[in-house]
């Protein structure tokens, strides 16, 4: 029955939908951060994953643009998600983190920003090697943030944080 209920939601209610209630869920109970400002999952797949931030009241800076820290958990949002979706896949209990951060900001986010992350099957890897050798493992992530209704494909920030992941014992 449970089974069938699964089935029938996941036909009816597309991926991106279920993507986005999925950040938020995880916004809401562990980054409220995340939950305030909205991310918005428009595109994932085994390679890519682009998160939307709406430039609005909560996002924006005094100069009308989207404020750097909100800039920064869009980043942070576009290549955790994919890799949290990867261990959750595994069934596996991995820690998750960011070790470093690094951020050029090129020109002001007047717009809604879209971050993308293109690592997706480096991201599948890595979780894997994490799996099989039970050490914390890092890599860098890259992701670059765009206002397509404002500047096309042009870049407005690029990002580098390292993802940092180890498997985690049971007690």
């Not at 991926?15 to 869920?25: C, F, G, H």
């Not at 493992?137 to 943030?145: R, Y």
Request: with cysteine.
């Amino acid at each position: 029955m449970l089974k069938s209920v699964t089935t029938t939601i996941e036909n009816i209610i597309p991926q991106s939908v279920r993507d986005t209630a999925l950040v938020r869920l995880f916004g809401f109970t562990k980054i409220p951060l995340l939950w305030y400002i909205k991310p918005i999952v428009t595109y994932m797949d085994e390679k890519e994953c682009t998160i939307k931030i709406p430039l609005n009241r909560r996002t924006k800076n005094h100069l009308n643009s989207m404020y750097f820290g909100v800039l920064s958990a869009g980043a942070d949002c576009a290549g955790g998600f994919f890799a949290m979706k990867q261990i959750m896949k595994s069934g596996k209990n991995v820690s998750l983190s960011f070790k470093e951060f690094h951020a050029e900001f090129l020109k002001r986010a007047e717009g809604d920003t879209y971050f993308k992350c293109t690592q997706g099957e480096e991201i599948t890897a890595f979780v894997d090697k994490v799996l099989e050798s039970g050490e914390r493992e890092n890599m860098p992530l890259h992701i670059i943030a765009t206002c397509p209704d404002k500047l096309g494909d042009e870049p407005v920030a690029k990002f580098t944080l390292t993802l940092s992941l180890k498997k985690k014992e049971k007690k």
